[in-house]
């Protein structure tokens, strides 16, 4: 895959910017390529020196990726705050936005030695949803703003709520190549609620850089 494949990918799913040049300048992708270099050295059994790359992306990006996850084509994450564990398993065109988490649970509760989820081809995460355990969220699934998912997601389903459950979702909108947030924006799912949770996520995306600045102002007077 080339560099110039790649960010037509992203351009494709974000209409924010107006050149190549402008996608480089985004964390998400610059997360992405530090990752590549940190998962080389983890395979590599360089362990101190893939979490130092590691510590230094996100230092920089504000996105946290453990060198040890896998991730196929054509990865976006769209905004920082991200949180990627070290046995997650990501597909090809997987689009995730802010403040997302693909966290682990108890090993013992799922595949043996895998304690993140595993996202295939073409899936879509919203704003601030979490995704837990050794779980597949299938091709082309859409994960709500807010969501929570502890389960296995169908291949196709739109899942909404805590914990999130599957919601019928018109053809037209199943259709879509693309459906930014992943959650379909007509009345049946009220976009004025849509808009204030995104809205309650930027609320925590300010308050988290607000106590990083704190914390380093007291480094500093310390």
């Not at 996105?63 to 196929?72: E, K, N, V, W």
Request: with cysteine; glycine share 10%; net charge neutral.
């Amino acid at each position: 895959m080339s560099l110039l494949t790649y960010l037509d990918s992203v351009k494709s799913r974000d209409p924010a910017p107006r050149s190549r040049l402008e996608i480089l300048t985004y964390p998400g992708v610059w997360a992405l390529g530090l990752h590549k270099v940190a998962h080389a050295l983890f395979g590599a059994r360089l362990y101190l020196l893939a979490r130092i790359v590691n510590h230094l992306s996100r230092f920089l990006t504000a996105i946290d990726i453990h060198p040890g996850a896998r991730i196929g084509r054509n990865f976006f994450i769209d905004h920082g705050f991200v949180v990627i564990g070290e046995t997650a398993l990501i597909g090809d065109n997987v689009t995730i936005y802010q403040c997302v988490t693909l966290g682990g649970t108890d090993p013992a509760n799922g595949i043996a030695g895998k304690r993140h989820p595993t996202l295939e081809d073409g899936v879509i995460v919203g704003s601030g949803a979490q995704v837990l355990g050794p779980i597949t969220v299938g091709r082309r699934a859409r994960v709500g703003a807010n969501a929570v998912v502890t389960r296995d997601v169908p291949e196709g389903a739109t899942m909404v709520g805590i914990p999130a459950k599957p919601v019928p979702v018109d053809a037209g909108d199943y259709q879509k190549p693309f459906m930014p947030y992943g959650t379909p924006c007509s009345q049946k799912y009220d976009p004025e609620t849509q808009k204030l949770e995104l809205l309650r996520c930027e609320i925590e995306v300010l308050r988290a850089r607000l106590d990083a600045l704190t914390d380093e102002q007291q480094k500093a007077a310390g």
